[in-house]
């Protein structure tokens, strides 16, 4: 069906064809020389004036955006590439100032510590020394008073008594036979308040 | 006069007639053309100049991969030597892209579809690369006829082949632009006819046909507009680095 359209407009269009040709009397409009001449002095003028303003006013501009363009990323390229290195290498410093002063950080808490514990042990020793005198003085005192205290208790226990009797009874009581008793009553009951 | 798939080539005059001398240089729809492809390639290329921004807008990068584009092709095909010739190149490549795809338009008129322009240019270009050629190698640009390796037996017979081949460039290069336009030009008008003599029935074939055939002559504008120039650095190449 389409092929016999096809073939039949084909066959149709010769014949109009070539009915308008014959209308028109012409050929090809390109092989009449009627314009040659000015076709060729127009192109000449047209072509002429565009190249020239292309190639001195267009063209130049647009090499020169080009290559400034061009230029503009290397350099951009460039200073990336110089800023990661300088980037790269204050990295690598910091790093190197972070172990160095971690290094310096242990060697200065181990001096310390050491330090630390040697006026520890130097403040405890002075602090025990002195913590051991005054234990034993204490005890020297301790010990004088104890002595002490027997004979004192005595004395006011005689005196006491003598002045009770005084009161009680009026009459003087001789002394020593007061201390025999009680010399004799404090060994009886020294047992009891001392516990020794 | 729609019905003629030819006269869409006519060339008339818009305006008074012009003379200088003998020569009738009225401004016609073929001017109206030039003047517009070349205003058009202006003002896109100057507005994707004007700014500098590192992040280019739409028309500046459009501008700039038509440059490298072109720059690149020139440098692949004819070296480094040829950057002088990279703005006539590129005005060049322009030139006829943009005729090319003015002509895709309808009720437009195809500059290149001249073989009188396209004549010019290429005569331009032959005339110029054989200029450059005998100055940059005087005559020992005529080795260029003399391939080496051949044996002495053909080398007369070759070396008639190859100016042939040489004197034949300007007719090639122009004759292919001009020829590519035309047939393309022809082909959509004749398919639109169809259309209109096949009716609401069978005019639908043909003008799917004439779709495809819109997509078709846009590749077309471009490659021929790529082989024009393409070629021009090949010549190019010829003249400035002679080795056969």
Known sequence: MFKKIYFQSIFFSFFFTREAFAAESGGMPQLNPEFWVSQIFWLLLTFGI?????????????????????????????????????????????????????????????????????????????????????????????????KNSAEKINKIAIETSSELLQKLIGAEVNNSSISAIVEDLSKRNGDKYYGN | MAANPMSQFDVYRIGPEIKVGAFDISFTNASLFMILSTVSILLIFNLGSKKNSLLPNKIQLLAELSYTFVSKMISDTAGSKAKPYFAFIFSLFMFVLFCNMFGMIPYTFTVTSHIIVTFVLAAFIFIGVTVIGFIKHGFGYLKLFVPSGV???????????????????????????????????????????????????????????????????????????????????IYLNDALNLHH
């Open chain 2, 151 to 233: 044996p002495a037996v053909l080398l007369p017979l070759i070396v008639v082949i190859e100016i042939i081949s040489y004197l034949s460039r300007p007719i090639s290069l122009s004759v292919r632009l001009f020829a590519n336009m035309m047939a393309g030009h022809t082909m959509m008008k004749v398919f639109g006819g169809f259309v209109i003599s096949l009716g609401i029935v069978g005019g639908w074939l043909p003008l799917s046909f004439s779709v495809a055939l819109t997509g078709l002559e846009i590749l077309v504008a471009f490659l021929q507009a790529y082989v024009f120039a393409i070629l021009t650095c």
């Open chain 1, 50 to 146: 565009m190249y020239l303003v292309l190639s001195k006013l267009i063209l130049p501009k647009i090499s020169n955006n080009l290559e400034s363009r061009k230029s503009q990323i290397l350099e951009n390229i460039e200073a990336a590439e110089k800023q990661r290195e300088d980037s790269d290498k204050k990295l690598k410093e910091y790093d190197e100032i972070i172990s160095k002063s971690k290094l310096e950080a242990n060697s200065i808490f181990n001096q310390v510590r050491e330090k630390v514990l040697k006026d520890i042990s130097s403040k405890r020793e002075v602090l025990d020394k002195q913590i051991d005198n005054e234990i034993s003085d204490a005890e020297k005192e301790i010990d004088t008073l104890r």
